[in-house]
C-alpha cells in the first residue's frame, strides 16, 4: 500500500517536470508571471513527493518486501537494519531515485531564494533544474523502476513489471540476494550520497549559466549568484572523493587508496573542472576576464557529471564500481550529447557578447598564473579523459581494420588496459606545476606584477624552503621525484603560514593580540583563508601521496605458526587462525598475527577474509596498524584449509599515508570557512545599505 | 632578522626530520632477501587478468589469478625473463593484460596526445597573452616599476 | 576571447566542433558494441581457427557442412564442471557420425589447470585454449560457461548463456538439426 503511493508520487513528480519546464518556458516572456509562479510551484512540489518515493522504498527495504523486484535484489533477511536503509543506494534502480530525490532538494532550496533582482534567470534556471530531473525520473519510471514487482507467469517463469500482468500471480521469494559486500562498509553509507550531492549540486550553477547564456545577459551576475553552490557542490564532491579513497584502503584490500578505475576517474574529472572553475570564477569577478572559458568550463563540469554517472551505469566500461548493465545507456547518451551541443550552441551564440572587459598585462600577475593554473587542471583532465576514452577507441577502430585488412596491423580492435603508471607518469609533472603555482600565486598582485616585486614578497618562504631541502638532502634522501614534490610542499605551506603571518602583523599593528587579528582575519576574509586552509589541506594530501607513491615497500609469505614476515623496523608473527560462520551468513576466516617494532611487541592484528554465501562473493579486510607517520597493513592472502598451519600473509608499509585522511579533514573544515552562507548575509546586509545608483548598477 | 634566523634553524630541522625518516625507510626496503613470492608480485603488478577488469594481479583474489600468478611463478623457475613472461601473457590472453598498452600501432596516440594537447594549450595560452599586453601597451604606457609598487601595496592593503 | 582572432576564428570552431562530435561518435559506437550483447540465433557464426592442447589445427573447413557446438569453458569456471560430464556424454553419442562437432575453447586459463580438468572430467572432444581471447570476443560472449551450436550453414541456432542442466538440453539442440 504504502510502496503503491510512492509509486504514484513518483508519477506525479514527473508529469510535474514535464508541465514544470513547459510553463517556465511559456512564462519566460514578460508580463506571464502566473505562468511562472506555476512553474516554481510544480519545481518546490517535485521536493515533497520524490521524498515520500524514496520514504516507501525505504519501508520497503526495512520490511523485507521481498515482492519488489529491487528489495529482493539488494537487501536479504540477515542484513542489520541500517544496511537495508542504505541499500536505497546500492543498487542501479534505488540509486537514481537518490539522485533525483537529492536533485529536488537542491532546485527546490534555490526556488527558496529572493527572486526579485533576478527574474529574468528563475524561468531558465527551472527550466534546467526540471529537465534534468525529468530525464532522470523517466529512466527511473520506464526503464529501471524500484517500484516493480515479482510476478510469477502462467507458464510458471518469474519476471518483474509495475503492472499484473493477464494471469500473473504475485510472486514473493524466501530471502533475497543481499547488499554486494563490497557495499557493506561504513565508508560506503556515506561515500554514494556525497558524491551524489557533489553532482546534482553542480547542476545548480549549470542551470544560471544557461539562463545566463539565453537572456544574453553577460556580466557576472550568474557567477556571483552561484559562487557558494559551485563551493558547496566542490565541497561534497571532495568528500565524495575522499571517502572514497579511504573505503577503497579499507575494504578492497590492494593497500593503497586510490587505483586509477575507470570509474573512479569518471568522478575525479568533473571535480577537476570544477576546481578549475573556482579558480578562474574569480578572475572573471576581479578582472571581467575569461567569461567564455567560465561558461565552458561549468558545461563541462555538468557534463562530465552526467558522463561519469553514464559510464557506470551503462556498460561501456566494467570495473568494481559499476552497475550491472542496463539499457539506460542509449538514453545517457542521448541526453549528454544533446546537452552538449546545446549548451556549447548557446555559448558560441554569444560569444562575441561575452568579450573580455580587461586585458591582461603581466605574465606574473595573479590573473596569468590562475590560466597558468587553469591550463595544468585541464591538462590532467585530458589525460583522465583519454585514458579512460581511448581504449573505446581502440576497440572501435577494429571496424576499420575490418574494412581494409591492409590496416588490420594498426587498426586490430584489440582490446587494452590503461593502469595506474600512464596515469601517473602523465600527470606527475602537472601537479608538481600546480604545487609550485599553489606557492606562487597567493603572493603575486591582481593586474601587474613584476619579476622584483613578487621576488620581494617570495624571497623569505622560498629561502626558509630551499634551507627544508637542503635538511632532506643531508637526512639522506635521494629520490628525485620525493625531493622536489616534498620540497614544493614546503615551500606552500611557509608561503601560506607567511600570508597568515602578513595578515595577521597588519592587523596587530592596529593594537589587536595575535588571536584576535586571526579570528578576525579569517571572518573578514573567508573566501579568501578558508582557500588557504584549504590549500594547506591539498598539501598535507600530497605529503600523504608521496609518502606512499615513493616509499611504499610490500612483501608476501607462506607462514608456519610462529614464524614471522620482516618489513621495514616491523616484524609480524603468525599466531593462529580460526574460522567461523556468523549468523548474517558470512564465513569468516580470521588470522592473529602480532606485530613488533624493532623487537619491541605492538600489539595484535586481525586480517581476515569474509566470504558472503549468498553473493558467493569473498571480501579481503585488512589489519591495519596506523600511526602519525606510518601505517602497517596486513593482508591474510591464502591459508592451508582445516589445520591452518600455514597462511600466506601480504604486508604493506605506508610511510605518511595517514597525512592523506588528515588533509582531507583540514581540507574540508577550510571549505567550511569558505562556504558557509553566513557571509551571504553580510553581503546583504551591505547591499541594504549601499545608495540606490548602486544597487542598480549591481543588478 | 632573530625572528629569521629562528625560522632558518626551524626549517632546517624540520627538513632533517623529513629526510631522515624517509631516508631510513628507504634503506630498510631496499634489498631485502626476496622470497619468490615477492617476485611473482613484481611482476604480477603490471598484468591484469581480463576476468578481473581494473584490479592489478598481484591482489586479486579471484581463482583464475591465483592460478596466473603460479603460472608466473612456473615459468620464473623455467628461467623466463622478465619481458619473455610479458611476451608469454599477451601471446596467450591479449594485449589487454598489460597495464601499459604497448607503444606500437594506434597505441601511440595514447602517449603523445596528452603532451601535445597541453603543449599546444600552453602555445595559445602564449599567444593570447601576448596580444593582450600588446593591447594593453597601446591602451595605457607602460608604468613606472615605482607606480607598480605602489598598486602592488595598494592592493595587499586593500585585501585586509 | 575571439575577438583578435576573426580570420582564425573560424577554423578553431570547426575542429572544437568537430573533436566534440568525434569523441561523441566513438562513444556511439562503442556503446553499440556494449548494448548488442552475446551473439543470439540467427547471426552467422564468425569464422575462427584453433589449436588444440595437443597441437592439432582446426579451421572453417573442419566446421563446413557440420553441426558444430562451440563451448567457452575455464578451469577456474566452477559452474563449468556441473556441465562437463554431460558434454562428454553427448560427444560420446555423437562422435561416430562424422556429421557433429564438438568443440571446448579454454578461456583466460593456465594450460597446466586446464590440462587437469580435462584429465579429471575424461574429456576427449577437441579442446584448446583461446588464444588473446579473440574467439570469446567474435562471439561477443560475456563469460564462462556459455555455449553456442552452430547448424550446418554456419548459423548460429542456439545458445546457452551458464551450464547445461541437463544431458538433454544438449541433445535436443543438436538433434533438432540433424533430423532436417
Given at each position: 500500500?504504502?510502496?503503491?503511493?510512492?509509486?504514484?508520487?513518483?508519477?506525479?513528480?514527473?508529469?510535474?517536470?514535464?508541465?514544470?519546464?513547459?510553463?517556465?518556458?511559456?512564462?519566460?516572456?514578460?508580463?506571464?508571471?502566473?505562468?511562472?509562479?506555476?512553474?516554481?510551484?510544480?519545481?518546490?512540489?517535485?521536493?515533497?513527493?520524490?521524498?515520500?518515493?524514496?520514504?516507501?522504498?525505504?519501508?520497503?527495504?526495512?520490511?523485507?518486501?521481498?515482492?519488489?523486484?529491487?528489495?529482493?535484489?539488494?537487501?536479504?533477511?540477515?542484513?542489520?537494519?541500517?544496511?537495508?536503509?542504505?541499500?536505497?543506494?546500492?543498487?542501479?534502480?534505488?540509486?537514481?531515485?537518490?539522485?533525483?530525490?537529492?536533485?529536488?532538494?537542491?532546485?527546490?532550496?534555490?526556488?527558496?531564494?529572493?527572486?526579485?533582482?533576478?527574474?529574468?534567470?528563475?524561468?531558465?534556471?527551472?527550466?534546467?533544474?526540471?529537465?534534468?530531473?525529468?530525464?532522470?525520473?523517466?529512466?527511473?519510471?520506464?526503464?529501471?523502476?524500484?517500484?516493480?514487482?515479482?510476478?510469477?507467469?502462467?507458464?510458471?517463469?518469474?519476471?518483474?513489471?509495475?503492472?499484473?500482468?493477464?494471469?500473473?500471480?504475485?510472486?514473493?521469494?524466501?530471502?533475497?540476494?543481499?547488499?554486494?559486500?563490497?557495499?557493506?562498509?561504513?565508508?560506503?553509507?556515506?561515500?554514494p550520497p556525497m558524491l551524489y550531492l557533489g553532482f546534482v549540486s553542480f547542476v545548480i550553477p549549470f542551470a544560471f549559466a544557461i539562463a545566463a547564456l539565453i537572456t544574453g545577459r553577460s556580466d557576472?551576475?550568474?557567477?556571483?549568484?552561484?559562487?557558494?553552490?559551485?563551493?558547496?557542490?566542490?565541497?561534497?564532491?571532495?568528500?565524495?572523493?575522499?571517502?572514497?579513497?579511504?573505503?577503497?584502503?579499507?575494504?578492497?584490500?590492494?593497500?593503497g587508496y586510490w587505483g586509477w578505475d575507470p570509474v573512479e576517474i569518471a568522478a575525479f574529472m568533473p571535480w577537476l573542472t570544477g576546481t578549475a572553475c573556482l579558480h578562474s570564477v574569480m578572475i572573471?569577478?576581479?578582472?571581467?576576464?575569461?567569461?567564455?572559458?567560465?561558461?565552458?568550463?561549468?558545461?563541462?563540469?555538468?557534463?562530465?557529471?552526467?558522463?561519469?554517472?553514464?559510464?557506470?551505469?551503462?556498460?561501456?566500461?566494467?570495473?568494481?564500481?559499476?552497475?550491472?548493465?542496463?539499457?539506460?545507456?542509449?538514453?545517457?547518451?542521448?541526453?549528454?550529447?544533446?546537452?552538449?551541443?546545446?549548451?556549447?550552441?548557446?555559448?558560441?551564440?554569444?560569444?562575441?557578447?561575452?568579450?573580455?572587459?580587461?586585458?591582461?598585462?603581466?605574465?606574473?600577475?595573479?590573473?596569468?598564473?590562475?590560466?597558468?593554473?587553469?591550463?595544468?587542471?585541464?591538462?590532467?583532465?585530458?589525460?583522465?579523459?583519454?585514458?579512460?576514452?581511448?581504449?573505446?577507441?581502440?576497440?572501435?577502430?577494429?571496424?576499420?581494420?575490418?574494412?581494409?585488412?591492409?590496416?588490420?596491423?594498426?587498426?586490430?580492435?584489440?582490446?587494452?588496459?590503461?593502469?595506474?603508471?600512464?596515469?601517473?607518469?602523465?600527470?606527475?609533472?602537472?601537479?608538481?606545476?600546480?604545487?609550485?603555482?599553489?606557492?606562487?600565486?597567493?603572493?603575486?598582485?591582481?593586474?601587474?606584477?613584476?619579476?622584483?616585486?613578487?621576488?620581494?614578497?617570495?624571497?623569505?618562504?622560498?629561502?626558509?624552503?630551499?634551507?627544508?631541502?637542503?635538511?632532506?638532502?643531508?637526512?639522506?634522501?635521494?629520490?628525485?621525484?620525493?625531493?622536489?614534490?616534498?620540497?614544493?610542499?614546503?615551500?606552500?605551506?611557509?608561503?601560506?603560514?607567511?600570508?597568515?603571518?602578513?595578515?595577521?602583523?597588519?592587523?596587530?599593528?592596529?593594537?589587536?593580540?595575535?588571536?584576535?587579528?586571526?579570528?578576525?582575519?579569517?571572518?573578514?576574509?573567508?573566501?579568501?583563508?578558508?582557500?588557504?586552509?584549504?590549500?594547506?589541506?591539498?598539501?598535507?594530501?600530497?605529503?600523504?601521496?608521496?609518502?606512499?607513491?615513493?616509499?611504499?615497500?610490500?612483501?608476501?609469505?607462506?607462514?608456519?605458526?610462529?614464524?614471522?614476515?620482516?618489513?621495514?623496523?616491523?616484524?609480524?608473527?603468525?599466531?593462529?587462525?580460526?574460522?567461523?560462520?556468523?549468523?548474517?551468513?558470512?564465513?569468516?576466516?580470521?588470522?592473529?598475527?602480532?606485530?613488533?617494532?624493532?623487537?619491541?611487541?605492538?600489539?595484535?592484528?586481525?586480517?581476515?577474509?569474509?566470504?558472503?554465501?549468498?553473493?558467493?562473493?569473498?571480501?579481503?579486510?585488512?589489519?591495519?596498524?596506523?600511526?602519525?607517520?606510518?601505517?602497517?597493513?596486513?593482508?591474510?592472502?591464502?591459508?592451508?584449509?582445516?589445520?591452518?598451519?600455514?597462511?600466506?600473509?601480504?604486508?604493506?608499509?605506508?610511510?605518511?599515508?595517514?597525512?592523506?585522511?588528515?588533509?582531507?579533514?583540514?581540507?574540508?573544515?577550510?571549505?567550511?570557512?569558505?562556504?558557509?552562507?553566513?557571509?551571504?548575509?553580510?553581503?546583504?546586509?551591505?547591499?541594504?545599505?549601499?545608495?540606490?545608483?548602486?544597487?542598480?548598477?549591481?543588478? | 632578522?632573530?625572528?629569521?634566523?629562528?625560522?632558518?634553524?626551524?626549517?632546517?630541522?624540520?627538513?632533517?626530520?623529513?629526510?631522515?625518516?624517509?631516508?631510513?625507510?628507504?634503506?630498510?626496503?631496499?634489498?631485502?632477501?626476496?622470497?619468490?613470492?615477492?617476485?611473482?608480485?613484481?611482476?604480477?603488478?603490471?598484468?591484469?587478468?581480463?576476468?578481473?577488469?581494473?584490479?592489478?594481479?598481484?591482489?586479486?583474489?579471484?581463482?583464475?589469478?591465483?592460478?596466473?600468478?603460479?603460472?608466473?611463478?612456473?615459468?620464473?623457475?623455467?628461467?623466463?625473463?622478465?619481458?619473455?613472461?610479458?611476451?608469454?601473457?599477451?601471446?596467450?590472453?591479449?594485449?589487454?593484460?598489460?597495464?601499459?598498452?604497448?607503444?606500437?600501432?594506434?597505441?601511440?596516440?595514447?602517449?603523445?596526445?596528452?603532451?601535445?594537447?597541453?603543449?599546444?594549450?600552453?602555445?595559445?595560452?602564449?599567444?593570447?597573452?601576448?596580444?593582450?599586453?600588446?593591447?594593453?601597451?597601446?591602451?595605457?604606457?607602460?608604468?613606472?616599476?615605482?607606480?607598480?609598487?605602489?598598486?602592488?601595496?595598494?592592493?595587499?592593503?586593500?585585501?585586509? | 576571447?575571439?575577438?583578435?582572432?576573426?580570420?582564425?576564428?573560424?577554423?578553431?570552431?570547426?575542429?572544437?566542433?568537430?573533436?566534440?562530435?568525434?569523441?561523441l561518435a566513438v562513444v556511439a559506437v562503442q556503446l553499440r558494441a556494449s548494448q548488442q550483447g552475446v551473439m543470439s540465433r540467427g547471426e552467422a557464426a564468425p569464422a575462427f581457427s584453433f589449436t588444440?592442447?595437443?597441437?592439432?589445427?582446426?579451421?572453417?573447413?573442419?566446421?563446413?557442412?557440420?553441426?558444430?557446438?562451440?563451448?567457452?569453458?575455464?578451469?577456474?569456471?566452477?559452474?563449468?564442471?556441473?556441465?562437463?560430464?554431460?558434454?562428454?556424454?553427448?560427444?560420446?553419442?555423437?562422435?561416430?557420425?562424422?556429421?557433429?562437432?564438438?568443440?571446448?575453447?579454454?578461456?583466460?586459463?593456465?594450460?597446466?589447470?586446464?590440462?587437469?580438468?580435462?584429465?579429471?572430467?575424461?574429456?576427449?572432444?577437441?579442446?584448446?585454449?583461446?588464444?588473446?581471447?579473440?574467439?570469446?570476443?567474435?562471439?561477443?560472449?560475456?563469460?564462462?560457461?556459455?555455449?553456442?551450436?552452430?547448424?550446418?550453414?554456419?548459423?548460429?541456432?542456439?545458445?546457452?548463456?551458464?551450464?547445461?542442466?541437463?544431458?538433454?538440453?544438449?541433445?535436443?539442440?543438436?538433434?533438432?538439426?540433424?533430423?532436417?
Amino acid at each position: 500500500m504504502i510502496v503503491n503511493l510512492g509509486f504514484g508520487a513518483l508519477l506525479i513528480a514527473f508529469i510535474l517536470c514535464i508541465y514544470g519546464a513547459a510553463a517556465a518556458a511559456y512564462g519566460a516572456r514578460d508580463g506571464r508571471d502566473p505562468w511562472l509562479a506555476s512553474a516554481r510551484s510544480a519545481m518546490l512540489l517535485t521536493f515533497p513527493l520524490l521524498t515520500l518515493a524514496a520514504l516507501s522504498i525505504i519501508y520497503a527495504l526495512v520490511t523485507f518486501d521481498f515482492q519488489l523486484d529491487y528489495v529482493a535484489s539488494v537487501t536479504s533477511r540477515s542484513m542489520p537494519t541500517y544496511l537495508r536503509v542504505t541499500a536505497l543506494w546500492g543498487g542501479q534502480a534505488g540509486s537514481l531515485l537518490f539522485w533525483a530525490w537529492l536533485m529536488s532538494a537542491f532546485a527546490s532550496a534555490v526556488m527558496l531564494r529572493d527572486w526579485r533582482r533576478d527574474r529574468e534567470f528563475l524561468p531558465w534556471v527551472i527550466l534546467v533544474s526540471l529537465v534534468t530531473l525529468g530525464f532522470f525520473l523517466a529512466l527511473i519510471i520506464f526503464f529501471e523502476n524500484p517500484f516493480a514487482r515479482l510476478w510469477q507467469g502462467v507458464t510458471g517463469t518469474v519476471f518483474a513489471g509495475v503492472w499484473q500482468p493477464a494471469g500473473a500471480i504475485p510472486y514473493i521469494p524466501i530471502d533475497g540476494n543481499g547488499l554486494n559486500p563490497l557495499l557493506r562498509h561504513p565508508g560506503m553509507i556515506i561515500h554514494p550520497p556525497m558524491l551524489y550531492l557533489g553532482f546534482v549540486s553542480f547542476v545548480i550553477p549549470f542551470a544560471f549559466a544557461i539562463a545566463a547564456l539565453i537572456t544574453g545577459r553577460s556580466d557576472d551576475r550568474w557567477i556571483r549568484l552561484t559562487r557558494r553552490w559551485t563551493l558547496w557542490a566542490w565541497l561534497f564532491l571532495s568528500l565524495g572523493l575522499i571517502l572514497g579513497s579511504r573505503w577503497a584502503y579499507d575494504v578492497i584490500g590492494w593497500g593503497g587508496y586510490w587505483g586509477w578505475d575507470p570509474v573512479e576517474i569518471a568522478a575525479f574529472m568533473p571535480w577537476l573542472t570544477g576546481t578549475a572553475c573556482l579558480h578562474s570564477v574569480m578572475i572573471q569577478e576581479k578582472r571581467g576576464l575569461f567569461k567564455h572559458w567560465n561558461m565552458l568550463l561549468i558545461i563541462l563540469t555538468y557534463d562530465l557529471v552526467i558522463f561519469g554517472t553514464f559510464l557506470t551505469r551503462s556498460g561501456v566500461l566494467s570495473s568494481v564500481h559499476a552497475f550491472a548493465q542496463s539499457a539506460i545507456g542509449p538514453l545517457f547518451f542521448v541526453f549528454i550529447a544533446a546537452t552538449l551541443l546545446l549548451s556549447l550552441y548557446l555559448l558560441n551564440r554569444r560569444w562575441e557578447s561575452l568579450k573580455a572587459e580587461g586585458e591582461m598585462t603581466s605574465w606574473l600577475s595573479r590573473e596569468a598564473l590562475f590560466l597558468v593554473n587553469n591550463l595544468l587542471f585541464i591538462g590532467i583532465l585530458v589525460v583522465c579523459f583519454w585514458g579512460v576514452v581511448f581504449p573505446l577507441i581502440t576497440e572501435a577502430s577494429g571496424a576499420i581494420g575490418e574494412w581494409f585488412p591492409s590496416l588490420r596491423g594498426i587498426f586490430s580492435g584489440q582490446r587494452i588496459t590503461v593502469g595506474p603508471l600512464f596515469y601517473e607518469r602523465a600527470t606527475g609533472p602537472l601537479w608538481a606545476g600546480l604545487l609550485l603555482l599553489m606557492g606562487i600565486a597567493p603572493l603575486s598582485a591582481w593586474r601587474a606584477s613584476t619579476a622584483r616585486t613578487l621576488g620581494r614578497a617570495i624571497w623569505k618562504p622560498f629561502a626558509i624552503s630551499l634551507l627544508v631541502l637542503a635538511g632532506m638532502l643531508i637526512g639522506g634522501l635521494r629520490s628525485f621525484g620525493a625531493l622536489l614534490g616534498l620540497w614544493l610542499c614546503a615551500f606552500v605551506l611557509l608561503v601560506t603560514a607567511y600570508e597568515f603571518w602578513r595578515g595577521m602583523r597588519a592587523r596587530a599593528a592596529r593594537g589587536e593580540n595575535y588571536f584576535a587579528a586571526l579570528a578576525n582575519l579569517m571572518a573578514r576574509n573567508r573566501r579568501r583563508y578558508g582557500g588557504y586552509i584549504i590549500h594547506i589541506g591539498v598539501i598535507l594530501i600530497a605529503i600523504g601521496i608521496i609518502g606512499v607513491e615513493f616509499f611504499q615497500t610490500e612483501t608476501q609469505g607462506q607462514l608456519a605458526i610462529g614464524e614471522s614476515l620482516e618489513i621495514a623496523d616491523y616484524r609480524m608473527e603468525y599466531e593462529s587462525l580460526s574460522e567461523w560462520n556468523t549468523n548474517d551468513n558470512r564465513l569468516v576466516d580470521r588470522a592473529v598475527v602480532s606485530v613488533y617494532k624493532d623487537g619491541v611487541f605492538l600489539r595484535e592484528l586481525y586480517p581476515r577474509r569474509d566470504y558472503y554465501y549468498e553473493s558467493q562473493q569473498a571480501m579481503t579486510i585488512p589489519g591495519v596498524r596506523s600511526t602519525i607517520e606510518e601505517d602497517f597493513y596486513v593482508l591474510l592472502v591464502e591459508w592451508e584449509e582445516i589445520s591452518a598451519s600455514r597462511a600466506t600473509f601480504k604486508i604493506y608499509h605506508s610511510p605518511l599515508i595517514n597525512w592523506i585522511w588528515i588533509g582531507g579533514l583540514v581540507f574540508v573544515v577550510g571549505n567550511l570557512i569558505a562556504a558557509w552562507p553566513q557571509a551571504e548575509a553580510y553581503d546583504a546586509r551591505l547591499r541594504r545599505t549601499a545608495p540606490a545608483g548602486a544597487r542598480a548598477e549591481a543588478g | 632578522m632573530r625572528r629569521l634566523i629562528l625560522a632558518l634553524i626551524l626549517g632546517l630541522l624540520l627538513g632533517f626530520l623529513f629526510g631522515y625518516t624517509a631516508s631510513a625507510v628507504l634503506a630498510q626496503g631496499e634489498e631485502p632477501p626476496a622470497p619468490s613470492d615477492n617476485e611473482v608480485n613484481a611482476i604480477a603488478k603490471n598484468l591484469y587478468c581480463p576476468v578481473c577488469e581494473n584490479v592489478p594481479l598481484d591482489v586479486c583474489p579471484t581463482q583464475a589469478c591465483i592460478q596466473w600468478r603460479a603460472q608466473i611463478g612456473d615459468l620464473l623457475a623455467q628461467g623466463y625473463s622478465e619481458q619473455a613472461i610479458y611476451d608469454y601473457f599477451v601471446a596467450q590472453y591479449g594485449d589487454s593484460v598489460l597495464a601499459s598498452p604497448p607503444a606500437r600501432g594506434l597505441n601511440w596516440l595514447i602517449y603523445v596526445v596528452p603532451p601535445v594537447a597541453v603543449l599546444l594549450g600552453a602555445v595559445l595560452l602564449y599567444r593570447r597573452m601576448t596580444i593582450w599586453r600588446q593591447a594593453e601597451e597601446l591602451a595605457a604606457p607602460q608604468a613606472t616599476t615605482s607606480d607598480y609598487n605602489q598598486r602592488v601595496e595598494d592592493e595587499l592593503e586593500a585585501r585586509r | 576571447m575571439a575577438a583578435e582572432k576573426k580570420n582564425t576564428g573560424w577554423v578553431g570552431r570547426l575542429l572544437a566542433w568537430g573533436l566534440v562530435i568525434g569523441l561523441l561518435a566513438v562513444v556511439a559506437v562503442q556503446l553499440r558494441a556494449s548494448q548488442q550483447g552475446v551473439m543470439s540465433r540467427g547471426e552467422a557464426a564468425p569464422a575462427f581457427s584453433f589449436t588444440t592442447f595437443d597441437g592439432v589445427e582446426y579451421g572453417p573447413a573442419d566446421f563446413q557442412g557440420k553441426v558444430v557446438l562451440v563451448n567457452f569453458w575455464a578451469s577456474w569456471c566452477e559452474p563449468c564442471e556441473l556441465e562437463a560430464a554431460d558434454l562428454q556424454t553427448a560427444w560420446e553419442l555423437y562422435e561416430g557420425r562424422g556429421d557433429v562437432l564438438f568443440i571446448g575453447l579454454d578461456y583466460v586459463d593456465t594450460q597446466a589447470e586446464a590440462l587437469a580438468y580435462l584429465e579429471e572430467w575424461g574429456i576427449t572432444y577437441p579442446n584448446g585454449p583461446d588464444l588473446g581471447t579473440d574467439i570469446y570476443r567474435a562471439f561477443r560472449a560475456r563469460g564462462v560457461p556459455e555455449t553456442f551450436v552452430i547448424n550446418q550453414m554456419g548459423e548460429i541456432t542456439f545458445v546457452k548463456i551458464g551450464p547445461f542442466i541437463s544431458l538433454e538440453e544438449i541433445t535436443q539442440a543438436i538433434d533438432l538439426l540433424l533430423e532436417n
